[in-house]
């Protein structure tokens, strides 16, 4: 389903270029659940970037479906994240002044989904994270368990192949890291593609696959 | 794009309370620059309006009735009076007369100085105009009735003196007139206004015994001496005053040159005001355009959300732009509204000021080139790898 041969990514700092990504091989099959594990600053992040087409790569291959996407459009890119790619972030991103409703059917919106079928769908997942008694509720009046549910329901609305999740539990407490990863945990079984970033080692117990990164090189 | 409208509206509203204090500044702003340019557009037009009275070596002379009220009655000079006083003063044309005439029951002013001035509206012989008795009364001191020069403008009639506005009509209206002070700003409901066919005014111009006239304006060589003029002015308030005991006259005039003059201060304010016009809207187009961005970076995180969602660079750069638009349109529309109210105020005895559509559009073309200002530095901003714009946040 995704393929990676010889990823560079290089950043351009003060004149000189940064690499933060070397020769990165990598493979990953339908249905996995993938842990990615290792130390601030050796890459994950931007790798979970090029993966989620929010960056673009220096030098390499990557394939997704047995495409070749190395080279997007900023178009052909933003269709990827709409289509393909359920994006969570450590920091849950939703739109304040917005209700949980409304944060969750805003991909839909911009795939041009008509309002009624994007509510639909935004409540079902709701439902499916057990925040439907909150679906009015403007998402900054949400705790942080309940609004990482909201992204993770977001994620998954526009029914695509893989989610990346960048450090889904780092901002929360025990109870909600529970309630996300089992949340996580069951859409993997339905058949989901899960690609996770994160330091906790803990964590790596609910993936199928553990890969580790060290220096911008991944160590299987 | 539909969902980019529905959000830019959702985002509009929302913001309000933030965008205020730009509506605001464009409130004000856009309504300076209205009353500047509708100042400079009516100077211009008074401009031209000055030039097409200049006559080549003509002065012009106004006799008129000093002493008219409302409880006078209305002063009789006859076409016999005019014909007489025109072999008196052989070196003076009486080519302009103002007339009252008596074509109904009640005594009514006719507003046209002659059938020249009458052929110059551009009326047919089945239009119509409704005159009102109660616009003499209304004009105080001043016999505002001696309206030597008038124009057509936007179905309005312009009386240049009095600076009445007057409607035309089609045949048979029957509706009543409002006439607009345009100096003191009142608006003023005529009573009992008349409907005068045009074809009676033609039969009133060719049984001129008919005619009863509250003024006279004589037209004389511009080089004349200034003390002959002198001696026709007092030989005509004499003569008037002979036949109407009851009544004062004066004469005033104007030369050519004193007409070029007033055109000059014309001009003058024709060039300062539409510089000043331009100077703002380069002003308030940059503050307007700062306020803006200021306002995209503030809102950049949600941005990049949408970005990382599936938003594309177009969808965005749509949503920004419409919210934009909608922004600095709620400014014009209001500093426009402001305009309307203030310009009417501006006006002076030199020229009336008044509210011009060309004003609005210059003001609304402007404020959706300063949205495109906008919108161009900011697609530059939704240029950004969405990482980079969601990791900077």
Redesign the interface.
């Known amino acids: 389903m995704i393929e990676m041969v010889d990823v560079k990514k290089e950043y351009r700092l003060y004149g000189q270029n940064i690499p933060v990504l070397n020769d990165v091989n990598l493979r990953i099959d339908d249905g996995e659940f993938c842990a990615i594990i290792g130390r601030s600053g050796c890459g994950k992040?931007t790798l979970l970037?090029i993966l989620g087409f929010?960056?673009?790569l220096t030098s390499g291959l990557y394939k997704f479906d047995g495409l070749d996407v190395s080279r997007t459009t900023?178009?052909e890119a933003?269709?990827f994240?709409?289509?393909k790619i359920g994006?969570i972030?450590q920091s849950f991103?939703?739109?304040?002044?917005l209700t949980a409703l409304e944060n969750v059917a805003?991909?839909l919106?911009?795939?041009?989904v008509a309002k009624k079928n994007r509510t639909e769908r935004a409540f079902e997942l709701l439902t499916r994270v057990g925040l439907e008694q909150k679906v009015q509720n403007p998402v900054q009046k949400l705790s942080g368990g309940e609004q990482q549910r909201v992204a993770i329901a977001?994620a998954l609305v526009?029914s695509p192949r893989v989610v990346l999740a960048d450090e889904p539990t780092g901002n929360l407490d025990e109870e909600n890291r529970d309630i996300v990863m089992n949340l996580l945990s069951d859409i993997h079984n339905d058949g989901m593609t899960i690609i996770m970033v994160t330091h906790d080692m803990e964590l790596t117990r609910y993936a199928s696959r553990v890969l580790r990164m060290r220096e911008g090189l991944i160590l299987e | 794009m539909r969902y980019s409208l529905e959000r830019a509206f959702f985002n509009y509203t929302q913001n309000l309370k933030k965008t205020y204090w730009v509506i605001v500044q464009l409130i004000v702003g856009c309504a300076v620059i209205a009353c500047c340019l509708n100042y400079s557009i009516s100077s211009g037009e008074r401009y031209l309006e000055l030039l097409s009275q200049i006559e080549p070596n003509q002065y012009r002379i106004d006799a008129y009735v000093k002493n008219i009220n409302a409880d006078n009655d209305y002063p009789a000079i006859r076409y016999s009076d005019y014909i007489e006083l025109s072999a008196l003063i052989e070196d003076a044309d009486l080519s302009y007369i103002a007339y009252g005439a008596t074509l109904t029951e009640e005594p009514f002013y006719l507003v046209f100085a002659d059938s020249c001035h009458y052929t110059k509206l551009g009326l047919t012989n089945t239009d119509s105009i409704y005159v009102g008795k109660s616009v003499a009364r209304f004009c105080g001191d001043e016999p505002c009735f001696l309206t030597t020069f008038c124009k057509l403008e936007n179905d309005s009639i312009v009386l240049d003196n009095a600076a009445f506005s007057w409607k035309a009509f089609p045949a048979e209206t029957e509706e009543k007139i409002v006439v607009e002070d345009l100096h003191s700003g009142n608006t003023l409901l005529t009573e009992r206004s008349i409907l005068i066919p045009a074809h009676l005014i033609n039969q009133a111009m060719e049984t001129s015994e008919e005619m009863l006239g509250t003024g006279l304006a004589f037209k004389i060589p511009d080089d004349t001496d200034m003390t002959r003029i002198k001696e026709i002015k007092e030989r005509i308030c004499s003569f008037l005053s002979d036949r109407h005991g009851d009544f004062e006259f004066a004469a005033s005039g104007e030369q050519t040159s004193e007409i070029q003059s007033r055109m000059n201060d014309m001009k003058i304010n024709y060039d300062s005001f539409l510089w000043i016009s331009v100077f703002l809207m380069i002003i308030v187009a940059l503050g307007t355009i700062g306020n803006a961005l200021i306002i995209l970076l503030k809102r950049k995180r949600s941005l990049a959300i949408s970005l990382a969602v599936g938003a594309t660079p177009r969808q965005l750069f749509l949503e920004f732009l419409s919210e934009v638009f909608l922004t600095i349109q709620t400014g014009v529309l209001l500093g426009l509204a402001v305009s309307a109210f203030i310009t009417p105020q501006l006006s002076n005895t030199f020229c009336v000021v008044k509210n011009h559509v060309l004003t609005w559009l210059i003001v609304i073309a402007g404020g959706t080139l300063t949205t495109l200002l906008v919108s161009a530095v900011s697609y530059l901003l939704f240029r950004t790898e969405p990482s980079r714009t969601i990791h900077g946040i």
């Open positions: 992040t970037n929010m960056d673009s900023a178009k933003a269709g994240r709409q289509n994006y972030f991103y939703l739109i304040n002044g805003m991909p919106g911009y795939a041009g977001r526009a």
